[in-house]
């Protein structure tokens, strides 16, 4: 194939022409050409010979179609001018279908964000941003982002990426786009993105982590539900890892665990008990026998103490070697941390949910222990799940069947094994909790299943702007809940805030950020009179 066109910008793996002058309505003017080694100078008009493919990155991705450049000719040094197509709030209020079609026909083709625009998500290590144009229609969050829509949770938001991180910003959600953002519109990793140009100018936005104001009394516990962000307590070996590039990081050196110890000890104000998720074993991404996490919970209490907290103890249940998905060789699972001084666990209570379940097969299983508070001597039943992963999910602009998450199936059939276990506790006359990430919002089927007529969810009873602990693309939603009966509910206080920020403030590109985890933190505070 030869094509001649403007050379509208770049990527490390190529570059795009766009034909100046058009041509059919509906139709891109542009193609992105696959030439990681040379790249024309932007505003250049070239002649490009070469085989064209339509490139998959994964068999449920759309194909994307390039040229293969064998040979590339510059016409002109500077070439016609190529006006960009602006991504306003108005062009963008399509429905997903009639968005992906719209998208698709100036795919490679020059767009851009006008200025005004709100960032909804925080920066990335990648340079990657996602913004709201001004006017666009949605539930805002009190910190200036846009809640996820009920009606349609896989809204598209339109983002870009700045490969150059030194003109790169680190963004909080809530900042401001001062500067009109244009480049090609590529497709990558299941979405759109602009494939910015240049710097961009932005007005911040501060964001501060807030505090607990629910604190444990003499007849009240809390309990914490904190994500520990894949936690490991080594620096992985390459040789015993599957992917080195991925696989090995430095979680004590990075500050990991005094950022999580002051999320304990200092802003969530030391509860009694504390839920963890994604905790890995001592020899983290390694690949071996060890499945053990002594390690790993005694560095995490001592960061804890060291930062004026109480002297916790721990208990897990370890998974078998790799039966419960995750990083290779991470063998993930979940954990309690508890104040012995204030609580206790009930001889014999500790046990996992469905582990020899076909539903908990190659996943995290739900840990059960029974707390007992020290000074009421009531009991309590806390159930910290990690259900299925919404990470096989078809992205909404995918070829076949948009949107699909193929493993919601999976999270109700996990929802209702948990359910059926604490039924069975009410109907003893034991009180539960249930907490952690469920991987899946308030009104969603798995939520529904979970809560039948017999229970709450406390996300339910937070201020609807303030109802969200993680960011997904742009957009702010819960996926950590908590879970009562209704009559336990009905005779005695029962409390829950978010502690929101730590899911707001972006990371500066090319540097791993400064964030404990990737979750808001969410806090429980129950009446054990």
Not at 138 to 145: D, I, N, S
Not at 212 to 227: F, G, H, I, Q, Y
Not at 447 to 452: D, K, N, V
Not at 522 to 527: E, H, L, M, T, Y
């Amino acid at each position: 194939m030869r094509a001649r066109g403007v050379v509208t910008g770049t990527t490390r793996k190529g570059y795009f022409v766009q034909d100046p002058d058009g041509g059919e309505a509906g139709c891109s003017h542009a193609v992105f050409v696959f030439s990681p080694r040379r790249k024309p100078p932007v505003g250049a008009l070239v002649e490009v010979q070469g085989r064209v493919t339509d490139f998959v990155l994964e068999e449920t991705e759309r194909p994307t179609t390039q040229i293969h450049a064998g040979d590339t000719r510059t016409l002109e040094d500077k070439g016609p001018r190529v006006e960009p197509v602006w991504l306003t709030a108005e062009r963008l209020a399509l429905d997903n279908d009639a968005l992906a079609v719209y998208l698709n026909s100036i795919e490679g083709m020059l767009v851009g964000i006008e200025a005004g625009a709100m960032f909804v998500a925080p920066s990335n290590p990648f340079g990657d941003y996602v913004v709201a144009p001004a006017g666009t229609n949605a539930t805002p969050t009190r910190h200036g982002g846009v809640l996820i829509d009920p009606d349609n949770p896989d809204r598209w938001y339109p983002g870009f990426r700045i490969v150059d991180y030194s003109s790169a910003p680190q963004v909080n959600v809530g900042a401001e786009l001062l500067s009109p953002v244009v480049g090609p519109l590529n497709y990558r990793v299941s979405s759109y993105q602009i494939a910015a140009l240049g710097r961009i100018q932005v007005r911040p936005a501060s964001i501060k982590l807030e505090r607990a104001t629910l604190r444990p009394d003499s007849t009240r516990v809390t309990v914490l539900t904190l994500n520990g962000f894949n936690l490991d307590s080594r620096v992985e070996d390459p040789s015993l890892v599957k992917d080195p590039r991925r696989d090995i990081d430095d979680d004590e050196g990075d500050g990991r665990y005094a950022m999580l110890a002051a999320a304990i000890a200092r802003d969530a104000a030391a509860p009694d008990i504390v839920a963890l998720q994604e905790m890995q074993d001592n020899d983290g991404a390694e690949i071996t026998d060890v499945v053990d996490a002594d390690e790993n919970y005694q560095k995490l209490i001592r960061a804890i103490g060291k930062v004026g907290g109480p002297k916790y103890s721990w208990v897990d249940v370890a998974p078998q070697q790799g039966a419960d998905g995750g990083q290779p060789g991470g063998n993930i699972r979940n954990a309690f941390l508890y104040n012995p001084e204030r609580v206790e666990i009930v001889p014999d209570s500790v046990q996992l949910i469905g582990a020899d379940d076909a539903a908990f097969e190659d996943s995290r299983k739900p840990l059960m222990v029974q707390f007992r508070m020290l000074s009421t001597k009531r009991e309590i039943a806390v159930i910290n799940v990690h259900l299925a992963s919404k990470r096989h999910q078809h992205g909404v602009f995918a070829p076949e069947r948009p949107g699909f998450d193929p493993r919601q199936e999976i999270r109700v059939r996990q929802a209702l094994l948990v359910r059926d276990k604490f039924l069975d506790l009410a109907e003893r006359g034991i009180d539960y909790y249930v907490t952690g990430d469920f991987n899946d919002f308030e009104f969603s089927e798995t939520l529904r299943a979970m809560l039948g007529d017999e229970s709450i969810n406390l996300v339910d009873r937070v201020p609807r702007e303030e109802r969200y602990d993680y960011n997904h693309r742009g957009k702010s939603q819960a996926l950590m809940h908590g879970i009562v009966s209704k009559l336990h509910a009905e005779e005695r206080s029962i409390e829950y805030e978010i502690l929101h920020g730590n899911e707001l403030i972006g990371a500066k590109p090319g540097q791993l950020g400064d964030r404990a985890t990737d979750h808001a933190y969410v806090i429980a505070r129950i009446d054990m009179h």
